[in-house]
């Protein structure tokens, strides 16, 4: 299976991305899919998930409001819309499928057996 993301990019504060990521190599429409975020020198951070039918997502505490998960499963590609950016939210975005699918989003990376290489994310103040 691969993952690929894109859609990162340079952007100032308060400004808007949406990232993209295609899964090829199995059935995406049977998978639950999430995006992490990875600072360096820092563990992957969970932003949000989405289940396999789009039915269900959850998202980071922090992340509430100002981002949200959607997905296609006729392009086999699930989406991060992030809003009023912030330099804080400067990171290697990642997309991830599930090992299991359940009624709830899981939100640690051990949870997630397939990755992409990431789309660098960078806000300039």
């Known amino acids: 299976v691969q993952l690929e993301e894109s859609g990162g990019g340079l952007v100032q504060a308060g400004n808007s991305l949406k990232l993209s990521c295609k899964i090829s190599?199995?059935?995406?429409?049977?998978?639950?899919m999430a995006w992490f975020r990875q600072a360096p020198g820092k563990e992957p951070e969970f932003v949000a998930g989405?289940?396999?039918?789009?039915?269900?997502?959850d998202y980071a505490e922090s992340k509430k409001g100002q981002v949200t998960i959607f997905r296609d499963n006729s392009k086999n590609t699930v989406y991060l819309q992030m809003t009023s950016l912030k330099p804080e939210d400067t990171a290697v975005y990642l997309c991830?499928?599930?090992?299991?699918?359940?009624?709830?989003?899981?939100?640690?990376?051990?949870?997630?057996?397939?990755w992409g290489q990431g789309t660098q994310v960078t806000v300039s103040s």
């Open positions: 190599g199995r059935t995406f429409s049977t998978y639950d």
């Open positions: 991830a499928k599930s090992r299991e699918n359940h009624y709830y989003i899981l939100k640690h990376p051990d949870d997630y057996d397939d």
């Open positions: 989405i289940t396999w039918n789009g039915g269900i997502s």
